[in-house]
């Protein structure tokens, strides 16, 4: 599989399980932004931008195509 569907795969798991988890709990504002350690969302929000701006990376470079 390559890497760039490897991404899409990882990127729609962390939705479904982010999606359950505020269906379940709801989310305020600090957890989404700043959960503590620990907590089920901690480092959710940099992990998930981290790796859309590499599939993005990835997507340009296929194309050829700069940022």
């Keep these: 599989m390559s890497e760039k569907t490897e991404l899409i795969k990882k990127l729609i798991e962390m939705q479904k399980k982010f999606i359950e988890y505020e269906h379940q709990h709801g989310v305020s504002q600090e957890e989404y932004f700043a959960a503590p ?5 901690a480092g959710y929000r940099q992990e998930y931008r981290d790796l859309s701006m590499k599939l993005v990376d990835l997507a340009h470079k296929e194309k050829g195509s700069h940022p």
Excluded: M
Aim: net charge negative.
């Design 37 to 41: 350690e620990g907590h089920e969302l």
